[in-house]
């Protein structure tokens, strides 16, 4: 099982929980119930950008290659429903769902965003992850910074709580440097979209989550 990623094959694996367990977070932190406790002898996120999991790192190339590209502008239409979206360079329709509501919490995770999207899993869908993409008050994409959306590994239609553990948690573990985390969930911008933030202001953030 664990040497491919057919979306139909990890369906049908009963112990699919504890297949993403050992391999999506070996390094995981430590859970006492729902509890997480670091430990103050060791740096969790240097920890988690370190980890050596050869499922992980096949499971992280064939998302980002399988998952759409974010579209530079905001697609309106996703404020009130699904909407589909032709990315000519992988020549089918995506869709996406707004993901701007309270529980995303952007204030904390992307600070400078406006708003945010997330692609929807398929029949196509040869992972369980999810393309998120932010844009500013403009609806431009921003593409780098502490706004930035990052690909998801697991996505929130699949399991709240996997995505949570696989995908927030380390930006936690980070302590909200989204530098370290971005290092390893580079935001996305196969459209080759416009830079946003520009050079002084992404400088400007840079320095400052360095400072935290």
């Not at 094959?9 to 050992?22: E, H, R, V």
């Not at 050596?52 to 429903?81: I, Q, W």
């Not at 919490?105 to 997330?118: A, G």
Request: glycine share 6%; aromatic share 12%; proline share 8%.
């Amino acid at each position: 099982m664990h040497g491919s990623l057919s979306l139909t094959a990890i369906f049908k694996t009963n112990n699919f929980a504890k297949c993403l367990q050992g391999n999506l977070f070996p390094c995981e932190p430590i859970f006492i119930g729902p509890f997480y406790f670091p430990s103050p002898e060791v740096d969790s996120c240097d920890k988690w950008l370190n980890c050596k999991s050869e499922f992980l790192k096949k499971y992280l190339m064939k998302a980002l290659t399988d998952l759409p590209s974010c579209p530079c502008t905001y697609p309106a239409e996703a404020v009130y429903s699904i909407v589909s979206v032709h990315e000519d360079g992988k020549g089918r329709f995506f869709r996406w769902r707004d993901a701007s509501g309270p529980k995303e919490r952007l204030d904390i995770y992307k600070p400078t965003s406006k708003s945010c999207i997330r692609s929807m899993l398929s029949l196509d869908s040869a992972t369980l992850a999810a393309q998120h993409c932010c844009y500013d008050d403009q609806m431009k994409l921003i593409t780098r910074g502490k706004g930035a959306g990052a690909p998801n590994l697991i996505s929130t239609e699949f399991s709240p709580e996997l995505h949570y553990k696989v995908d927030v948690l380390p930006w936690i573990l980070c302590k909200g440097d989204w530098s370290r985390y971005n290092a390893v969930r580079p935001p996305n911008n196969g459209l080759n979209c416009s830079e946003n933030p520009l050079e002084d202001d992404f400088m400007a953030q840079l320095k400052e989550a360095k400072e935290y």
